[in-house]
């Protein structure tokens, strides 16, 4: 029988830091596509809208009008999914009826003043000033809350309801499912190997090659050996590092420029604004922040569903939602071609 | 402070059979809408389309003609994202890097001849022939394989690539990521409690009603109290019944006839043909058949993204891939809007 290629074979893959398995088939980027294309991009954006909540001066939802700021900005979400002051539902009636009590905040950041820019459109100053942001909103949530959720959904394919450049900071009391099987995973490793798994991984990840993106003094991004989404990428500091709030000034501006090449290189793969979900991870905050999170390596996790083109998305839906995920071409696969792309923005460069 | 009402107050819920928790925040539905509108369906659908690979007579990718079928048709998926014969990748070199063997078979079932039908609009001796399909595929592949998954994208906002009524059965050598959940989750509930998970929820959401969309004398479809998407449901065999092949011919005239009152309610909730993934799980198979399953339950679940209108979805971005699943409305609201609903499909009934 044939020797085993992962670019021929199907197999399934193994994720240490979420336990759950995908299944790759890189043989089926093969098959004609006929379904869903999605809606083109929405029509130019103006640099300023008075109308739209999320520019300096503007008024919003509540009636509060919007600081002329300049640089990021930092308000309470006015439809937040979680607030502070929630009543507790009292003890569950029967062990298959469990709800708990929800508390929290909803912010959003602002990135920049102007609606027309993305982050990969801004400067590195500019970038390194939302990195700052994101340390503070971490710090002074985290100092209530034991996890402080900092997300960016970008593009309307990504349930983005406003083209302002901008990310969601949800804090709660409760450590969110997702947190919880990550805790699992690193402590369980750490314990068995005496170090951080992503520790390791990033050590093995350096060796291997294969699975890099970028790599600079202080940060690496590489598509993970078992990452669901085609163009999936994992973003990890070099040193071990728990929190955001940690990072020093020279891995901040070293994480400003990593973060343009990648979205450049994301913008680049279809010459298109690149949508995509993203997310920090860090050791829990609040009243337990002292404790020790050793185990816990700081990195951001970056979703983003295009596959075949502009207009061409992968669908997580019947198969992955009922049994298991899967994917139309190996990680190996994705990385390579993320790391072929001009670090030059196509919009910027001349061609 | 404020007595707590779930349909107020944001709170947490906890999924029993696959272990995971919703937050639910209902006051949110309150929020204006400025997001992506979904595009308006595919023009009409002709009846038949002999370049349609799915209709009777067509000539399919690998030059296969299709029979003139005259009820449901079930052939070899010819972009099959498992295999039956793909070599084993070898042992693994490193724990954070484990790749597993994994063989199966992908096959397309078409529920009818006509393009321009869906399961509600089709008769109920029709959908009893593709509860009969269903039974015997999963016997026939359930034979060799310990998983065998029967799904059905509707909708091409579920990525499904043909619009004509159909479904998709992938077999495979592993256990799924899902399944190994609900094994674990049913598994241990049995242990402790004498009694299957589903078994004793059952019996509660019948006493608790509040949750429930349709009975029958055979099957029940309710909104589980942990349910993530706006709508979703699960429909359950009254009886402990392990498999679809052990329905008896009663069970199953009753399944076709419920099963055309849910989707009936779920097309005339927005007047639209109703959007979803849907699928079968039951007690494994394979070689291991004959082992004790008497801790699973039959179910099949529905999960349908629409949230406020034929257009407008939820999309499960950010904070639900970073952090955890959240929803908008209760889902005793969901099921209170289900169970209100006509049984008469809109487009049939006299307006
Ligand atoms: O096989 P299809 O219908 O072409 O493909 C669809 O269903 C599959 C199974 O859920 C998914 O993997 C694909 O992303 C989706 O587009
Ligand atoms: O808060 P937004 O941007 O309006 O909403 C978006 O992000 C949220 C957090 O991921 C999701 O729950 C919503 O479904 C999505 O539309």
């Known amino acids: 029988s044939a020797a085993f290629r992962s670019s021929e074979h199907q197999h399934i893959r193994y994720n240490p830091l979420q336990d759950e398995w995908v299944l790759v088939s890189a043989h089926r980027m093969k098959r004609p596509w006929q379904g869903q294309v999605e809606p083109p991009l929405l029509k130019t954006v103006p640099r300023h809208d008075p109308l739209n909540p999320l520019c300096p001066g503007a008024t919003r939802a509540n009636g509060e009008v919007n600081p002329h700021?300049?640089?990021?900005?930092?308000?309470?979400?006015?439809?937040p999914a979680l607030q502070p002051d929630a009543p507790d539902p009292g003890p569950s009636d029967h062990p298959l009826f469990r709800a708990e009590a929800a508390r929290g905040v909803c912010k959003v950041m602002c990135f920049h003043p102007w609606s027309d820019v993305t982050l990969p459109l801004m400067s590195v100053p500019e970038i390194r000033a939302v990195v700052d942001s994101w340390a503070s909103v971490t710090e002074e949530l985290g100092a209530q809350y034991p996890w402080v959720q900092i997300f960016e959904n970008k593009g309307a394919m990504m349930g983005c309801s406003n083209p302002h450049p901008h990310c969601q900071v949800?804090?709660?009391?409760?450590?969110?499912?997702?947190?919880?099987?990550e805790e699992r995973?690193?402590?369980?490793?750490?314990?068995?190997?005496?170090?951080?798994?992503?520790i390791e991984y990033s050590r093995q990840e350096l060796l291997r090659k294969e699975r890099l993106v970028l790599t600079s003094e202080h940060w690496l991004v590489l598509v993970p050996?078992?990452?669901?989404?085609?163009?999936?990428?994992l973003l990890l500091p070099r040193r071990h590092v728990r929190r955001l709030p940690e990072l020093t000034p020279a891995e901040r501006?070293?994480?400003?420029?990593?973060?343009k090449k990648l979205l450049t290189k994301y913008d680049n793969l279809f010459e298109t604004s690149f949508p995509y979900s993203m997310g920090w991870h860090g050791a829990p905050t609040g009243s337990a922040a002292g404790a020790n999170w050793d185990h816990w390596q700081l990195h951001?996790?970056?979703?983003?569903?295009?596959?075949?083109?502009?207009?061409?998305?992968?669908?997580?839906?019947?198969?992955?939602?009922?049994?298991?995920?899967?994917?139309?071409?190996?990680?190996?696969?994705?990385?390579?071609?993320?790391?072929?792309?001009?670090?030059?923005h196509y919009c910027l460069g001349q061609k």
């Open 69 to 79: 700021y300049d640089g990021t900005f930092l308000f309470d979400n006015d439809f």
């Open 170 to 181: 949800w804090a709660s009391s409760f450590l969110p499912d997702v947190a919880q099987r």
């Open 185 to 198: 995973s690193q402590q369980s490793y750490h314990s068995q190997h005496g170090e951080p798994l992503l």
């Open 225 to 233: 050996f078992w990452a669901v989404w085609p163009f999936q990428t």
């Open 253 to 259: 501006d070293d994480l400003a420029s990593i973060m």
């Open 300 to 344: 951001a996790h970056y979703y983003p569903p295009l596959l075949r083109s502009a207009t061409v998305r992968k669908f997580m839906v019947g198969y992955e939602m009922l049994a298991q995920a899967q994917r139309d071409l190996t990680p190996e696969q994705a990385a390579e071609r993320l790391r072929v792309l001009p670090e030059v």
